[in-house]
């Protein structure tokens, strides 16, 4: 045990119609930061999207419609209260949202921020899933390659003051990016100690293209989520916006991960719900001055690949000698 | 059809004709079942000899590594092998004509011939003896590193003709290892361990279930991120005092396990491979050329250690 303790809040919404406005979301925002404060959380970690349905299951042929989905300025009118929440109940928060930069570039992003209410730093999601253009094939759209354009940001980790632990190693990536290990990598690579995600994910494969099964869907989630954490020594934090937006159902099963790859607290419903976990930062050391001590044991050599090629590429034919 | 053939502990002193006799064994039992493919350990025919401190030029110590492969004292298993017509992927220590000693692998087709080789490129452990330590872990003194990548092979046709990749142990919890494959489209992944039932840091912070949930998360995990099968086959049990986990499994692309071994001894686990399971993956989700993004991934490839944020 160190005295490295930081108390951690996922703060899994359930579904935002698409009617609803962002004070309806703001105000449930704040009544979860309030419920996590009481528990003796120090950070609170919201959804991917947080403030709006889950908008890139929705076609605009008009690009510029779908600007009534994205935030031109943070804090605004409608979402100042979850900043004069965090001032009151001294908690950070990370924050999923949709972003139109000055330069009306449109990117898919999350902030943290610290108590006194300013940004600490931003995070633009690098792996877009989904497509461009109307698919009619999909049960559901998922147009988020039409919407917004690939982070441009790469993935910061920022030694930020959190709560009585100290300044903390912190990480965020978003939704699509947990089943991609290089993303973990690249924060391990800078010693994350606390990885906050959150996410949108349908509970069921809306593609209509070959099988998968339900109930893997919440497996691919916590197996990426678990392994990481294992893999990268790191406390994670995965956050769902869950249950159903306008017919279209969204898995829940937030989670909070130490770096063993323990899952510690788990969400049961698919609706506004706190889970709670007092992550001892000191278990970040086993794995990172052992197994995973990346100084003595990675061989980037070998990893040429991985940064040299986009897609696979097929391996030569092995033919009988005899 | 492929088999995992875990194996149970190996002694010190037992001989490498007992231990052969039982790969032979392990081999029958799964052509039985109806495999067309076994997957055999990590330095599969000895102990897991780096927990020893040895001189590396003393004759107990040499001969743990084979100088050809297949050599006389091996004939048996590879006879046997193709007598069945199955093939199969085994670990051993590797001594090169030229002295270079690695922690092998090798898959051998069914019809006898070596279809590539894979030498360990993580390395866990130690260079050097540790005073005080009941048990040793020597590998990066008895071995040299992999100089070879992570290569991938096209399998016979017999077998599905599924892409082939090898990792060994220490390897499978390394994403880097997995993604070099993946993006050579690997559809089956043959590993093999013996990975420590006990906190190897001489500590009480792991114990022997936390760890074979981590070889069982590195295994479905990184199978799912890559769309591919895994076997992941344990030698298992205690030698000379020494626990090894067991915890052989078969996964599927989706990360969900077919098969788990349920002992610590020698056992079978098989499952029949529905390569085109992979497609979902490969097309879809981990469709690579439509959604990695190399350019955020440099410190992969240019930066070895951690470095702090400021």
């Known amino acids: 045990m160190s005295n490295r303790r930081l108390v951690v809040a996922a703060a899994q919404m359930g579904p935002i119609q698409k009617a609803e406005g962002r004070d309806v979301a703001v105000a449930r925002m704040v009544a979860l930061m309030e419920k996590a404060a009481r528990r003796g959380a120090e950070i609170v970690v919201f959804p991917e999207l947080a403030l709006t349905t889950f908008f890139p299951r929705w076609y605009h042929e008009d690009l510029a419609e779908a600007d009534i989905w994205f935030e031109t300025a943070l804090p605004s009118n409608e979402t100042a209260p979850l900043w004069d929440a965090a001032r009151r109940l001294n908690l950070g928060f990370h924050l999923g949202y949709a972003e139109k930069t000055p330069e009306g570039r449109h990117f898919n992003t999350a902030a943290y921020v610290h108590p006194n209410g300013e940004i600490v730093f931003k995070y633009r999601k690098v792996h877009l899933p989904g497509h461009v253009e109307y698919d009619p094939i999909r049960r559901v759209q998922h147009l988020e390659k039409r919407y917004f354009e690939p982070g441009d940001l790469g993935f910061p980790v920022v030694r930020t003051p959190v709560g009585a632990a100290g300044p903390v190693n912190l990480g965020m990536m978003i939704c699509n990016d947990r089943r991609w290990p290089e993303s973990w990598r690249v924060l391990g690579l800078q010693q994350v100690e606390l990885v906050m995600l959150g996410y949108n994910t349908p509970s069921l494969n809306m593609e209509n293209r070959g099988f998968e099964a339900h109930h893997l869907r919440v497996l691919h989630s916590h197996l990426s989520i678990q392994a990481g954490c294992y893999q990268n020594a790191c406390f994670g934090v995965g956050v769902a916006k869950a249950g159903t937006e306008d017919g279209h159902e969204l898995f829940g099963h937030s989670i909070i991960v130490n770096p063993q790859g323990e899952i510690m607290a788990q969400a049961t419903s698919w609706e506004d719900e706190v889970i709670v976990a007092e992550c001892d930062l000191g278990m970040c050391e086993l794995g990172r001055n052992t197994i995973f001590n990346f100084a003595r044991h990675r061989r980037p050599e070998h990893y040429t690949r991985i940064t040299a090629q986009t897609g696979s590429e097929a391996p030569p034919a092995w033919t009988p000698t005899r | ?274 390569f085109d399971a992979c497609r979902q993956g490969k097309e879809k989700m981990f469709n690579f050329a439509a959604h990695r993004r190399p350019e955020h991934y440099r410190r992969i490839v240019e930066q070895v250690g951690a470095t702090p944020p400021a």
Not at chain 2, 98 to 104: C, L, P, T
């Open chain 2, 1 to 274: 059809m492929v088999a995992g053939a875990q194996m149970g502990p190996t002694q010190r002193a037992d001989s490498r004709a007992a231990t052969l006799a039982r790969m032979i064994a392990l081999l029958e039992q799964a052509a039985a079942a109806g495999a067309r493919l076994v997957v055999f350990p990590e330095l599969a025919f000895t102990t897991f000899f780096p927990r020893w401190p040895m001189a590396l030029d003393s004759a107990e110590l040499l001969a743990c590594f084979e100088s050809a492969m297949p050599n006389p004292a091996v004939q048996p298993l590879f006879d046997r092998a193709r007598d069945l017509g199955v093939g199969f992927q085994v670990g051993y220590a590797e001594l090169t004509p030229e002295g270079q000693r690695f922690n092998s692998a090798i898959t051998v087709g069914p019809d006898g011939a070596i279809l590539f080789k894979y030498r360990k490129v993580h390395l866990p452990g130690s260079d050097h003896v540790k005073p005080g330590q009941r048990y040793q872990q020597l590998e990066k003194m008895y071995f040299a590193y992999g100089d070879a990548g992570f290569p991938a092979v096209r399998g016979p046709a017999g077998w599905g003709a599924p892409v082939l990749g090898m990792l060994v142990c220490n390897d499978r919890r390394w994403p880097e290892a997995w993604r070099c494959l993946g993006l050579q489209g690997v559809e089956l992944m043959m590993i093999g361990y013996n990975s420590a039932a006990y906190d190897p840091n001489g500590g009480e912070d792991e114990s022997a279930a936390l760890r074979t949930f981590h070889s069982r998360l590195a295994a479905q995990s990184n199978a799912y991120m890559n769309a591919t099968f895994a076997v992941a086959v344990a030698k298992a049990g205690v030698e000379d005092g020494a626990g090894l986990i067991g915890g052989s499994v078969i996964v599927d692309p989706n990360g969900v396990i077919l098969a788990e071994a349920t002992t610590l001894g020698d056992e079978i686990i098989v499952a029949e491979l529905d």
